[in-house]
DNA sequence: TTGAAAGCGCTACCAC
DNA sequence: GTGGTAGCGCTTTCAA
C-alpha cells in the first residue's frame, strides 16, 4: 500500500504537505497542490483511516443497540435513525442483541473502547445501573425515561397515549377493556399498566388480572389471543393492544371466525404500521422519522438532555 | 487516559508483557499477569482499539448497504444477517442509501479506505461497472447474480420461483394472468419478466403489456392497484405480486370491495410475512436467516464465490 | 509556504 | 518467561 510519503517523495514534498493537501488546508502553494494530487490520481492512493482515528480518538461512527429487525417497530425506527445519521458524517453500527445482556455489554464496551463515538439504546435488557456504570465512557442516549447524569433520553409519553387510548374506547361506550403488552416490566409497559390502573380507577372500573395479557408481541400472539377469547365467556368489549401486529392478528382471525369489529369488539393497535392502514385499524402514531433526528442530534451534542415525543391517536373503524 | 505504557510502569513490567496478559497469550508468569490485572482493574484501563486497527489493518467491520429499512424485506434480511454476525467477532455497519448513488459510492469509498472490512451489497442503484472497479479494494458480497471476477454473490432464483408461481397459477385454472413487479429494471424484476414472458410462451399465451405493473412495492400500491382492477372491464383472475405487502393492501381492498378471493382473483405474494400467515395467503417465502448466514460466511472467506438459494411456494387459502 | 520531528497506542519480531 | 525496539500512517507543533 502506499502511504502518505510515497505521496510524499513522488510529489516531491513533505508529508506534511501532503496531509495539508489531503485535509484542504488553506496556503498550500497551487502548483504544489498540483503535483500532490497527481501523485494520488496516479497511485489511487487512499489514506488510511485507522491512524486518522488513532490520531484523533474519534470515529465518527454511532452504535445503536436493538433486538432485533424482523419487527417493524424496530426496523422503522432503525430507518428513522438511519435517515437522519445520512445527513451527518457518521455512519451507524448495529448491535443486535436479541435480548441477550452479554450483546448490551458488548455495545457498551464498544463504546468504552471508542470504537463508536456514541451509542444509542433503543431497547434493553440490562438493568439501568450497568449503563449508569458506563456514562464516563462516552456519550450515551437511551430511548426511555430514565434519568441518569451525563445521559440523554429521547421517550415516548406511553402512558398518556395509553391514557387516551383508554378514554377513547370509554367515551364509546366501552366498560370492560382489556389491554396487552410485551414484556411486562420493559419500561413502557410499566407506564401502560400505570395508565390503566390510573384510568380504572378514575372510572370506578374492577381492575381484573385477565384483563392484561403479557408477551404479545408478534402477530401469531394476536391469533392465539382470538382463540383464546373466542372460546371464554365473560369477556371485554374492547382490546388496547401492544401493537398493530398483534391487532391485526386478533382482528383477522376474530373477522374470519364471524365476528364483527368493532361491535363484537372494539381494537386499538399501535405504531400506525401499513396493516393499520388495510385494515382500517384504529391505532396510536408514532412519528419514527422525529425520533431518529432526535436522538441523532442528541448523539452529536456534548452535554445531557431530555426530550419527549408525543404520540397521536389515528381513529379509524375498529372502534 | 491511561496507556499500555502506564499500565506497564505500574505492574513493573514491560509493554510487551501487558499486550501479551491483554492478549491471553500462553507463556506468561500467573503473578505478572495478576500483577497486571491489578494495575488494569485499578486504572479501568481499556486497550485504544484505534491503534490495534492501525496496527493490524482491519477493524473487523462488515458494512451492508441497504437502501431503506422501514419495508419488511429489508428489515428481514438485515435482521437474517445481524444474527449471523452476531456470531462472529465482527461487527455490523449499515449504510442506508434510499437508492441514492452517492451514498452506494459512499459505501464503496468506506471499503477502498479499509473502514470496513468486507461491503455487502443487499441491493443498489449504481451500474456494475461501478461495483466492478472497487473489486481491488477489498471484499465485496453481492446479493444478486452478477458473474464479476474476484466479487461474491449470493442469488435468489427469482426465474425459478416465479415460474413455480405462475405453473401453479395456471394448474388451477387460470389462463390470464397478470404480475406486478416493483423497480422495472432491477435485476429480480428482470428476472420475474423473463420468467411470465416464458411462460406465456409455453402455454401459447398472449402478451399483454397491461399485465405487467411496475412500481408497486408498498401496500398503498396494492390498494391503488386494486381500485384500478374494480373499475375495469376486462381483467386477469390471477396476480403474482411483487410481495405480501403490495398483496395484503390489493387482497383487503379487494375483499372490503365485497369481492371473494381466490374465486374473483387468485393472489400469490411474495416474502412469507407474518402477515400472509393472517391473511391466509399464498406466497413465497424467503430464508433470510440462512440468507444471512451465506452472505456473512462469504464476506469471511478469501475467494469469491457463487451460491443459489432456492425459495419455496406456500400453498394457502388464495389461489 | 514548507518541512522536520514528535508522537497517537499498540503489536510483533528478535534477543536474551 | 520477559523486554527492547521498530514500526503501522497520520496530524500537529514549531521553526524556518
Known amino acids: 500500500m502506499t502511504n502518505i510519503h510515497d505521496i510524499a517523495k513522488m510529489a516531491g514534498v513533505s508529508a506534511t504537505t501532503v496531509s495539508r493537501v489531503l485535509n484542504h488546508h488553506p496556503h498550500v502553494n497551487e502548483e504544489t497542490v498540483k503535483a500532490v494530487q ?44 438511519a435517515r437522519a445519521v445520512s445527513k451527518t458524517d457518521c455512519h451507524l ?23 463508536i463515538d456514541c451509542l444509542i439504546f433503543c431497547s434493553r435488557s440490562v438493568q439501568v445501573d450497568v449503563i449508569q456504570s458506563y456514562s464516563q465512557s462516552g456519550k450515551m442516549v437511551v430511548l426511555e425515561d430514565i434519568q441518569v447524569e451525563g445521559i440523554s433520553c429521547t421517550y415516548m409519553n406511553h402512558y398518556d397515549s395509553f391514557y387516551a387510548g383508554l378514554a377513547f374506547l370509554y367515551a364509546n361506550g366501552h366498560k370492560r377493556i382489556s389491554i396487552c403488552l410485551n414484556r411486562e ?17 378514575a372510572h370506578q372500573l374492577p381492575f381484573l388480572d385477565e384483563d392484561v395479557v403479557t408477551d404479545c408481541l408478534y402477530l401469531e400472539d394476536g391469533i392465539n389471543l382470538a382463540n383464546q ?59 419514527f422519522n422525529k425520533i431518529g433526528e432526535q436522538l441523532i442530534k442528541q448523539a452529536l451534542e456534548s452535554e445531557a438532555t431530555r426530550h419527549e415525543i408525543k404520540l397521536e391517536l389515528i381513529k379509524r373503524g375498529t372502534v
Open 38 to 81: 497527481r501523485a494520488i490520481d496516479e497511485t489511487g492512493y487512499t489514506k488510511n483511516i485507522h491512524a486518522v482515528h488513532l490520531k484523533k480518538g474519534r470515529t465518527n461512527l454511532i452504535g445503536i443497540v436493538v433486538p432485533f429487525m424482523d419487527q417493524i417497530y424496530f426496523s422503522q425506527l432503525v430507518d428513522g435513525i
Open 93 to 115: 453500527l448495529i448491535i443486535q442483541t436479541q435480548y441477550i445482556e452479554e450483546k448490551e455489554l458488548e455495545a457498551l464496551e464498544l463504546l468504552k473502547t471508542k470504537q
Open 185 to 201: 416490566n420493559s419500561t413502557s409497559s410499566l407506564q401502560r399498566k400505570k395508565a390503566f390502573a390510573d384510568f380504572l380507577n
Open 229 to 287: 377469547l373466542i372460546q371464554s365467556a365473560a369477556r371485554p368489549t374492547a382490546f388496547l393492544v401492544t401493537n398493530d401486529q398483534v391487532a391485526a392478528g386478533l382482528y383477522t382471525t376474530l373477522v374470519r371466525a364471524g365476528w364483527n369489529v368493532p361491535k363484537d369488539l372494539a381494537i386499538i393497535g399501535f405504531d400506525n404500521q401499513s396493516i393499520s392502514k388495510a385494515l382500517d385499524m384504529t391505532t396510536v402514531q408514532i412519528p
